[in-house]
Each structure stands twice: as structure tokens, then as C-alpha cells.
């Protein structure tokens, strides 16, 4: 076993040729929501991992004129430091794709999911039957409260993040008691491709499958997604999707711009994203390295 030193946190994602695309928003006339909710890596979040200056003071803005702002994020709560810097310590952050929700400014969870040991292990088997062999990594529910912990990942797994992770053999992947989440990376399918195999044979009431654009699936406990993450934090603030403005740039992201726009929201996609969340939502901005959140939201406040 073998453990890497501590480092900075950046994101994953690969920037794309669409990320610095600026988009004319033209009028998006005068509807004003109660909340927004974002996507962090590949959507808030520049291709360093960090909050530009000026998408930082398009929150700032934001909070002053009453709209609260959710960070809603794959990353598990091991990197909850990284998601607190991001949204600078305010109002509460969806992790680990709903799996996690934390009120940032008190502490105080709201929501912590975990899928027990064989369940896991039986969608692995069901997923490898149809995709062949997978590399594995895994978020231990257990350790889910403390900052940086180690992930446990198998040799071989190439895990996109410069964070502490245990390197082990696959036999000794998974935790004894409950994971938060299981990645799982082929070495001869795209993510895509993986992901659409892996929703064949995976029934909703076993596990969630998703992926965000990293190059591997991840399998979550069933009914975990981003969307019923969110409504934990709009229940918190009394808000509904149809009043929710959503950002987002992945497959993982789909969830929850179904619900907001479902509802009647606004659900906005990046240059960058995904051509399946594109397609889901109605609207759509500038790259994340283009500042595309911060432009939209400064179009939507400077009509209120």
C-alpha cells in the first residue's frame, strides 16, 4: 500500500476547444430566480480549478441582491475544503452527486447516503459482464467526514486528481462497510460508450450510474443524484425547481436541469458542455474559461 503526498486540488477535466467560447446571451428578458445552482469543474470552475475574479464577484452579486447561490458537485466530501473555497464558505453545497449535502456556513449535514459492500460489489459484476474488465477506485462512506482522506484506488485506475489516494490491489478496493461511490474505468471503452452498457443492465433501484466527463462512470446509491441532492437545499431555503436558475456542463448534470426546467427554472449549459446537456437545456452560455456563468448571471441581475 501506498499513500501520495497531499497536494492542491485542481480540476480533472481536460479543457475543451469550446472552453474560452464567448456566447451572445442576446435578451433573456426579466425573469429573476429565487436560487441558483451550479456545477462546479468544467462549469464554474476555470481549467486550473479556480473561481475567476470576475465569476467570484458575479456570486458576490448574487448573495447581495437575495438570490442564494448551491454549488452542486461530483467531488466527494473528502475535497469539501476545495467545494468551501469555491463558494466561499456560503449557503450549502451539494457533493459526491447528491450523495453528500452540507450547510458550509453552520457545518451541519443535511444528507450523507452510502451503498452497502454487496450491492456494490453485485452492480460491478453486472456492469463487467457487459463492459469486461474495469479498473476500480472507491470512496469509502466511513471516512466520507474527513477532509483529504485518502481515496482508495486500484493500480492502474489513472485517477485525474493530484490528491492523497491509497494504491491497492483490486481484491482490496472495496471497504468492508458501505461506499459512498464506486469509479469505474474501462481500458477499451470510452466513457460514453461504458456508461450506455452500464445503464442497460444496472435497474434504478440498485444504483445510479453516471458519469462527469473524467473518462470513467461512477455507480452511486439508487435514487443519488444531483437533482435530489438539490432539493435538499432548496427544502433548506424554501424553494422551488421552477425557480432555480441551473448551470451545468455533464452527464452527471442531466438530473437536475431535467427538474429545474421540468418545473418551469431555467437551465443554462456552458459552450463546453456535453452535446447531451446541451440538448437538455434551453439555454446556453460562454465557456467556463470564458467566465460563461459569471456572463449570464450579470445579463439576469442587471435586468432585475
Excluded at 469509502?140 to 482522506?149: I, M, N, P, R, S
Aim: hydrophobic share 45%; proline share 7%; with cysteine.
Amino acid at each position: 500500500m501506498s499513500e501520495t503526498a497531499p497536494r492542491a486540488v485542481v480540476s480533472g477535466h481536460v479543457p475543451s476547444p469550446e472552453s474560452d467560447r464567448v456566447v451572445d446571451l442576446g435578451d433573456l428578458g426579466g425573469w429573476r430566480p429565487a436560487l441558483v445552482a451550479t456545477d462546479l469543474d468544467g462549469t464554474l470552475l476555470t481549467s486550473q480549478g479556480v473561481v475567476s475574479p470576475r465569476t467570484r464577484a458575479a456570486l458576490d452579486a448574487c448573495w447581495a441582491a437575495g438570490i442564494p447561490v448551491v454549488g452542486v458537485t461530483g467531488r466527494g466530501p473528502r475535497l469539501l475544503d476545495s467545494v468551501r473555497a469555491a463558494m466561499a464558505g456560503r449557503g450549502i453545497a451539494v457533493l459526491a452527486q447528491g450523495g453528500f449535502v452540507v450547510d458550509l456556513e453552520h457545518g451541519e449535514v443535511l444528507r450523507t447516503v452510502g451503498l452497502p459492500r454487496e450491492q456494490a460489489e453485485a452492480v460491478i459484476a453486472r456492469i463487467e459482464d457487459a463492459a469486461g474488465d474495469l479498473i476500480l477506485a472507491v470512496e469509502d462512506a466511513a471516512e466520507q467526514g474527513e477532509a483529504l482522506a485518502p481515496l482508495r484506488v486500484q493500480h492502474g485506475f489513472d485517477w485525474p486528481y493530484p490528491e492523497p489516494a491509497h494504491l491497492l490491489p483490486r481484491h482490496a478496493v472495496i471497504p468492508e462497510g458501505a461506499v459512498l461511490k464506486v469509479f469505474l474505468r474501462s481500458t477499451t471503452l470510452g466513457q460514453d460508450e461504458l456508461l450506455a452498457r452500464a445503464r442497460r443492465v444496472v435497474d434504478p433501484s440498485d444504483a445510479e450510474v453516471t458519469h462527469a466527463g473524467l473518462g470513467f462512470i461512477e455507480v452511486l446509491p439508487p435514487g443519488i443524484t444531483k437533482a435530489t441532492g438539490l432539493a435538499v437545499a432548496l427544502r433548506r431555503h424554501g424553494v422551488g425547481f421552477g425557480d432555480v436558475l441551473v448551470f451545468g456542463d455533464m452527464p452527471n448534470d442531466l438530473p437536475m436541469i431535467g427538474a429545474v426546467t421540468e418545473a418551469g427554472g431555467r437551465a443554462v449549459a456552458v459552450a463546453n458542455a456535453h452535446p447531451a446537456v446541451r440538448a437538455a437545456a434551453a439555454g446556453l452560455t460562454s465557456g467556463h474559461d470564458a467566465d460563461g456563468v459569471a456572463r449570464y448571471l450579470e445579463a439576469v441581475l442587471a435586468g432585475v
